[in-house]
């Protein structure tokens, strides 16, 4: 079992910068690859950034290449997402998940945390 908390959302300018942060609790963190997801009102949820086990791999949502970073530091049971450039169209629910699969992307598994609200305005 992980349980997972999402924490430095918040509100920003457009053109500035967050670092969300998600911490895992358990001793098996650093075997699962781990990713992020995000919710906006009325849309579905959709795949943002996932990291293989070791974070030697990464995959980046088209829609955020060259502006947000996924990475992990399996000593402190912690995966980041730094968001650079944000865009209105960023707002949303942000979620991390763990457990899930990395191919040419991330595909998520069982564990969820409770998301952190990131808005940007305008």
């Known amino acids: 079992q992980v349980q997972l908390v999402e924490s430095g959302g918040g509100l920003v300018q457009a053109g500035g910068s967050l670092r969300l942060s998600c911490a895992a609790s358990g001793r098996t963190f650093s075997r699962y690859a781990v990713g992020w997801f995000r919710q906006a009102p009325g849309k579905e949820r959709e795949f943002v950034a996932g990291?293989?086990?070791?974070?030697?791999?990464?995959y980046v949502a088209n829609s955020v290449k060259g502006r947000f970073t996924i990475s992990r530091d399996n000593a402190k049971n912690t995966m980041y997402l730094q968001m650079n450039s944000l865009k209105p169209e960023d707002t949303a629910v942000y979620y991390c998940n763990a457990g899930g699969y990395p191919s040419d992307t991330y595909f998520p598994g069982s564990y969820w945390g409770q998301g952190t609200q990131v808005t940007v305005s305008s």
């Open positions: 990291t293989s086990s070791s974070g030697d791999k990464t």
